[in-house]
């Protein structure tokens, strides 16, 4: 099944063919604190408080706090057995309510925590803090797309993780292992989530452990960029297939990609004159060797 992040409507044409669904944001509600089918809020919490302590710059102390207020609201909801379950809505609430000193590190932690939430907030409203149902059988089982124009990037960066952390943690933790394809997840303009520099600074994050983890359980990933100087490493030592396509706006890309593919240094010299639109260089693990090819345009 298809699972689409479009960052600037370039897949809306997609919505022609029957069973395909293209959700603009203003039409899709979710609860990002409901954990999947199969996975209890204390498995998912604490994996959904990384995320984004990840791209909101919440230390690990300000996340604590988020995690420790989320249980708390789905022991109060019972959510388990109710299937009620609190919105990051209610966890800002409960924060803001608290009575901290002045001087204390829990009210820095505080001051953070409120000032992300109320960015997240002002973006997403209640389409990531509905009380809607989302069926997840639908939902997982068919082909979609999400439109994201008109989000800031780190704001979308965070939504596609979120998502993407659900689908991943559905199938990990309900063992639905495969050796097919099952789930293929696009992401354009990958060099803005999987940053080099993120990576360096932070060590293994959330999207490529999983990108580590996923082809055991049927999931694989696109992901499209304009520059591999950026591209954090985990990504090109996680990804089998590797094409470069009407060539590299950057000298170093080149040897980037060459190193990745195990080119000579012939063949690197000629893909970099290698690059009028649609000619492509590629590496397939089914094949012994890098190749050409032509990617056709499509009106």
């Known amino acids: 099944m298809l699972k689409i992040f479009d960052r600037k409507m370039d897949y809306a044409s997609l ?147 979120v998502t993407t952390a659900k689908i991943l943690v559905y199938r990990m933790a309900n063992n639905l292992r495969s050796s097919g394809l099952v789930d293929l997840l696009v992401f354009d303009e990958g060099s803005t989530m999987f940053r080099k520099w993120y990576e360096s600074r932070e060590g293994t994050y959330l999207l490529t452990d999983y990108l580590a983890k996923c082809r055991e359980f049927g999931i694989g990933f696109v992901i499209g960029t304009q520059t591999l100087s950026n591209l954090a490493d985990s990504v090109l030592a996680n990804t089998s297939i590797k094409i470069l396509v009407g060539g590299a706006g950057l000298g170093a890309d080149y040897n980037i990609f060459a190193s990745a593919t195990g080119m000579t240094p012939e063949q690197t010299e000629f893909i970099k004159r290698f690059t009028m639109p649609g000619q492509a260089y590629g590496k397939d693990p089914r094949y012994p060797y890098p190749f050409t090819l032509e990617v056709p345009r499509i009106a």
């Not at 989320?70 to 019972?78: G, I, T, Y």
């Not at 002045?102 to 932690?109: F, G, M, Q, T």
């Not at 939902?139 to 990037?153: K, R």
Request: proline share 5%; net charge neutral; glycine share 6%.
């Open 15 to 161: 919505s022609v063919f029957a069973g395909f669904v293209y959700w603009m944001l203003g039409d899709y509600y979710t609860n990002w604190l409901q954990p999947p089918p199969g996975v209890s809020h204390k498995a998912w919490v604490p994996i959904f408080c990384e995320i984004p302590s990840n791209y909101l710059d919440i230390r690990v102390a300000g996340r604590n706090l988020i995690t420790t207020v989320a249980d708390w609201l789905c022991e109060k909801h019972n959510s388990s057995v109710s299937g009620v379950y609190p919105t990051l809505k209610d966890v800002y609430h409960v924060i803001r309510s608290k009575k901290y000193p002045a001087v204390s590190h829990l009210a820095r932690y505080q001051e953070t925590i409120l000032n992300r939430l109320e960015g997240l907030l002002a973006v997403f409203g209640d389409h990531i803090c509905s009380q809607r149902r989302l069926d997840w059988n639908i939902f997982h089982n068919t082909n979609w797309a999400i439109s994201l124009y008109g989000i800031p990037t780190d704001y979308q960066n965070l939504f596609i993780t």
